[in-house]
Nanobody, 120 residues
Framework: QVQLVESGGGWVQPGGSLRLSCAAS????????MAWYREAPGKQRELVAV???????MYGDSVVGRFVISRENANNTIYLDMTTLTPEDTAVYFCNGGAPANWWSPGDYWGQGTRVTVSS
């Protein structure tokens, strides 16, 4: 089993920045792929960014150039550095991990989510 715990959400003004963290524990060897997803009110959950232990990266179209995902394998932690935030980035952000057949697909494990609100 794997436990994923997110932190770092909160309120930020448009144009601001925020950093999310996700710490993994348990059978971390089983989660070569880790990702951030988000779910905005009334919308489907969508991929924000994914990263693997060997460095594969992918970003959702709406965050390219503004968000950066990184990973500290030694600490089993991933980060999401978000800049130039807009109200459209308001959502609950979920950490995801696993070993999917395609590395860019969702894994089996989910965190509880952390809320990000962008408003003036």
């Amino acid at each position: 089993q794997v436990q994923l715990v997110e932190s770092g959400g909160g309120w930020v003004q448009p144009g601001g920045s925020l950093r999310l963290s996700c710490a993994a524990s348990g059978s971390v060897h089983s989660i070569p792929s880790m990702a951030w997803y988000r779910e905005a009110p009334g919308k489907q959950r969508e991929l924000v960014a994914v990263i693997t232990t060997d460095g594969n990266l992918m970003y959702g179209d709406s965050v390219v150039g503004r968000f950066v995902i990184s990973r500290e394998n030694a600490n089993n932690t991933i980060y999401l550095d978000m800049t130039t935030l807009t109200p459209e980035d308001t959502a609950v952000y979920f950490c995801n991990g696993g070993a999917p057949a395609n590395w860019w697909s969702p894994g089996d494990y989910w965190g509880q989510g952390t809320r990000v609100t962008v408003s003036s």
